[in-house]
């Protein structure tokens, strides 16, 4: 069966039934290795930023006939790594027209995998927020993985960004962006992507306080049901655990205000997945 490190999710069900694509899997876990010297965490995606987020990315979809043919391996590595010159203009233009054509899709994908640090804030704060509602639809559908990659960078840049002289309203547009995203997920049944979209969410959510964003998100809390509200409800307490961990090991009172501000759309959650049935 091979190493635990090294196995792709499928084989953990039944590895009497698996097909090539397992060795793809498996392939990019060996390249992981290869390149930090170390054992790659078991059924965890390792999405580096970079030219190499495209390879290892579609090399361990979460669905095995989604990743690439062996021989199409090397290709892929050597476009990902050719350099590509992101224009936001360009960047502009695609989100604009919501391109819902493979090609086109593809090409803002990459365009925004390749979009250098210095220009993040230009396009994840005034750009993405204005893009059609109807875009996220086929880009979760197409390129789940990338669509996770995106929402982690968005919350990344709100995290690291000086905010100072700024309208501290600002943050109202990526974090729209991030709940778009999550909703999306939850609206198309993208249920593996789903937790991971809004971990990232949630990873903003209890840290900033001023944005009518908080508002939207309790809505669209509470009205969760089924597969999603229980899939939701996991990653919402395994943020709060992190940022309860963090507030008590830094001797901060904060963690009680969280607990509060949180628990009532969490049990409401709660009730809603254990009353309804499966999506």
């Keep these: 069966m091979g190493h635990l490190h090294y196995m792709a999710p499928e084989m953990f069900d039944d590895s009497h039934t698996v097909t090539g694509a397992a060795d793809v899997y498996s392939l990019d ?143 109202n547009e990526p974090l729209a962006v991030l709940l778009q995203l999550a909703a999306e997920a939850n609206q198309s049944r993208a249920y593996d992507v789903l937790g991971r979209l809004v971990e990232q969410l949630f990873e903003l959510d209890v840290h900033c306080d001023r944005y009518r964003s908080k508002g939207n998100v309790r809505n669209w809390l509470v009205r969760l049901r089924g597969r999603g509200a229980r899939i939701v409800a996991d990653a919402l307490v395994k943020v709060l655990a992190r940022s309860s961990s963090m507030a008590e090991a830094r001797g901060r009172r904060r963690v009680p205000i969280l607990r509060s501000r949180m628990r009532l759309p969490a049990d409401r959650m709660a009730r809603a997945a254990a009353t309804c049935s499966n999506n």
């Design 29 to 171: 876990r060996i390249l992981i290795y290869v390149l930090s010297g170390r054992h790659p965490k078991i059924m965890f995606p390792e999405l580096p930023d970079g030219a190499c987020h495209r390879v290892v990315s579609q090399l361990t979809h979460v669905e095995p006939k989604r990743r690439p043919a062996v021989d199409d391996i090397s290709e892929l590595i050597t476009s990902s790594l050719r350099p590509v010159k992101t224009s936001v203009s360009r960047i502009r233009a695609l989100l604009k027209s919501a391109p819902t054509d493979e090609a086109e899709l593809r090409v803002l994908v990459e365009a925004l995998n390749n979009l250098p640090p210095e220009r993040e804030d230009e396009v994840f704060v005034d750009l993405l927020p204005t893009a059609p509602q109807e875009l996220f639809e086929p880009l979760l559908a197409a390129h789940p993985e990338d669509a996770v990659g995106l929402a982690e960078r968005i919350r990344k840049h709100v995290e690291t960004t000086s905010w100072r002289g700024r309208n501290f309203d600002t943050l």
